[in-house]
């Protein structure tokens, strides 16, 4: 087809009256058109991060002009660094981190087990097991957790961080196993065939074999699990009563019921909500291709 | 050679459970438990602090006569017709566009998708502030309209949707999706219908719609699945008003369950939860046959 549309010069294209002619310009001013409109919307869907990033480096008097200015003057860096003592921002960003970085490790050393043992491995029961795997990515979190909560509470564990971290060490989530295995799948079975022949054990072929090869998925599973554990609300708000074990969507969302009640400080609670935010964005930038490859398969489950 | 193929089955298989095991563990007390426990929990009166007591069905009665109940139930209907339908039309959308073979694709489709990983608390605090209906940007680009801007989330009629624009913002989630659906649609089929002469909706309709029938009920079980648990947002923005017009479902259920202690009554409202979004998922898997085409190929 493109062979087709080039047998014609520039004036052609503007004063022509050819169908071939007729059919590329139809096609230039349909991309025109869809460049007009995709344009129009990404400033819509990317403003109200404009905006976040704007207010939090806003003066409280600029805040609250009418009309509203884009560009922040003066730029206030001081909102950010005021929040950081006004606020017990570092240790909420300390708490956050801690169930981050325990509950990644327990899905990063966790899930490919399983997955190990659901793609690769025979056992009695493994179909059906999966079959009960998958079943629970539909179950609605709400039907476990009361009880969930009332066994935490027994085992002394509320108000302590374990309830937000210990679980991901067991198998660290349906979806992330499924990825796993899904990925596991794609390797062909000769692989470990001659190194079964040569008598090595299957740990020795999961650590030497496998866990190098599943490396690009495991990156795709570390992202999801950051930013799982990163943005979880409701976990934290069930279990986490003291102030000093606030994460930062709990600490966030403090703030933000002070200053709604004084009017004030918008600035701070949007330097705030920046920090919460930036975060996730560099984690999507360092890994969005492999990022956007795990989100189409969890999405489309093929 | 028979006993050594056993043998080796049989270490496999040992094997097999070792490696699951954190699953299994994990399966039988994190989930199989608690669901287990919640259907008793559900038949008892139970507030923690004191022993629970089997009242049998009295938790499912007292909701059918609980008028907050349904008014929950009603709020997050409410959400989920309109949230899952504009949330598809609005990925598709934009999906359809970038489809076009368009120049700087990895840019729009970063831009589109990115407010879809903010995380919620984040966003709910960032769009307070953008409905505040004083010094909001919406509302002041409503005015510039020349229109009234509605007081958005302290108004009772304009919560609800107010709470669904928000959502749209993420909609770019949907769109990586589609497509990633589209890519996978064969050209030889486009181009079979344009030799038969057909237009760019015929296109859409006779071929983009049937080949994506797949991505987009899989989309669609998983909007309503994920609609129905609103909670987040109504929690940060709203607290359930104004006027209890954004007291969803899983709002309520958090408020029975860990506000007022009545631990019984909340399992009872997840199992009502639960057969609901079962009930909902099974229709859609008897009305797909109607829509959903597998293409054998």
Redesign the interface.
């Known amino acids: 087809m493109s062979t087709v549309t080039r047998k014609f010069n520039a004036l052609d294209f503007i004063i022509g009256s050819g169908w071939q002619v007729r059919r590329a310009r139809r096609k230039f001013f ?2 025109m058109f ?2 007009l ?2 344009i129009a ?2 400033i819509i ?5 404009l ?2 990033v704007s ?1 939090s480096l806003k003066p409280d008097t600029q ?2 002009k ?3 200015e884009l560009i922040p003057r003066p730029i206030m860096w001081e909102n950010y660094t005021r929040m950081w003592r006004h606020f017990p921002f570092l240790m909420f960003l300390k708490n956050t981190v801690l169930v981050v970085v325990l509950s990644m490790a327990g899905v990063l050393i ?1 899930a490919p ?2 997955a ?3 793609a690769r ?4 029961g ?1 179909n059906f ?1 999966f079959m ?2 998958l079943g ?1 990515m ?14 935490f ?1 027994k085992w002394g564990w509320v108000d302590t961080f374990y309830p937000l971290w210990v ?1 991901a ?3 660290g989530g349906a979806f992330n ?1 499924f990825l796993i295995r899904q990925f596991l799948m794609t390797i062909p079975k000769e692989l470990e065939e001659s190194a ?1 022949i040569d008598g090595a ?3 020795k072929i ?1 650590w030497k074999i496998m866990l190098p090869l599943i490396n690009p998925v495991l990156t795709t599973v570390a992202i999801f699990q950051f ?1 799982g554990a ?2 979880d ?2 976990g934290p ?2 279990y986490i009563n003291d102030q000093s074990k606030y994460t930062l ?1 709990l600490g ?2 403090m703030f ?1 019921q002070q200053t ?1 009640a004084s009017q004030t400080e ?1 600035g701070m ?2 330097a705030a ?1 920046t920090i ?2 930036i975060p ?2 560099i984690f ?1 930038f360092l890994g ?1 291709k492999r990022f ?1 490859e795990g ?2 398969i969890t ?3 093929a | 050679m028979r006993l050594i193929s056993n043998r ?2 049989r ?10 095991s ?6 039988v ?3 199989a ?3 287990v ?2 259907i008793i ?1 559900s038949f008892m009166d139970y507030n ?1 602090l004191e022993t629970p007591r089997w009242i049998g069905i009295k938790n499912y009665i007292d909701l059918i006569n609980d008028r907050t109940f349904w008014l929950s139930l009603g709020n997050t209907c409410y959400y989920v017709i309109f949230n899952v339908p504009l949330n598809m039309i609005i990925g598709l959308s ?1 999906a359809l ?2 489809s ?1 073979d ?1 120049k700087g694709i990895a840019v ?1 489709r ?6 879809s ?7 709910s ?6 409905f505040n209906p ?2 909001g ?1 919406l509302t ?1 680009t409503v005015r510039l309209l020349g229109l009234t801007p509605p007081a958005w989330l302290s108004d009772p009629k304009w919560a609800k949707p107010s709470l669904i624009i928000m959502s749209l ?1 993420g909609a ?3 769109m ?2 589609y497509l ?2 589209l890519k996978n649609i064969p050209r030889t089929y486009y181009e079979a219908a344009e030799l038969d002469g057909a237009s760019v909706w015929r296109k859409f309709i006779h071929v983009t719609l049937p080949m994506l029938s ?2 987009l009920f ?2 669609l079980i ?1 909007g309503l ?1 994920g609609s ?2 609103v ?2 947002q109504a ?2 923005m709203t607290g359930g008003g104004p006027n209890e017009s954004t007291l969803f479902y ?1 709002l309520y ?2 408020r029975n ?2 506000q007022f202690w009545k ?1 019984g009554y ?2 009872a ?3 009502v ?2 057969v609901i ?2 009930f909902l ?1 099974w229709l859609n898997f008897v009305i797909s046959k109607y829509w959903v085409f597998y293409d054998q190929a």
């Open positions: 349909s991309k869809a460049h409109v995709l919307g990404a869907f990317v403003f109200p991060l905006w976040l207010t805040i609250f009418v009309p509203p966790s087990l399983v190990y043992a659901f491995l025979r056992w009695p493994r097991l009960i795997l629970t539909m179950l609605p979190g709400q039907v476990t957790m009361i009880p969930l909560y009332i066994l509470n679980p060490w067991f198998g196993i079964v054990s299957h740990f999961y930013m990163w943005n609300f409701m708000l069930i969507s966030l969302r933000q709604s918008f609670l949007m909500t919460m935010v996730v964005i999507f969005q956007i989100v189409i999405g489309m489950k | 080796m089955a270490r496999e298989a040992i094997t097999g459970y070792i490696f699951a954190p699953w299994i563990i994990g399966f007390l994190f989930t438990y608690p669901i426990a919640s929990y923690i934009i566009l970038l076009m368009i729009y970063t831009l589109y998708y990115m407010p990983i903010v995380p919620l608390v984040a966003s605090v960032l769009w307070s502030w953008i004083n010094f940007i002041h913002w770019g989630g949907g990586i999706i990633a659906g797949p991505t899989f989309q998983m699945i129905f648990q909670f987040t929690f940060v899983v259920l958090y369950a860990f631990m909340a399992s409202m997840a199992w939860l639960f979004i079962m998922t």
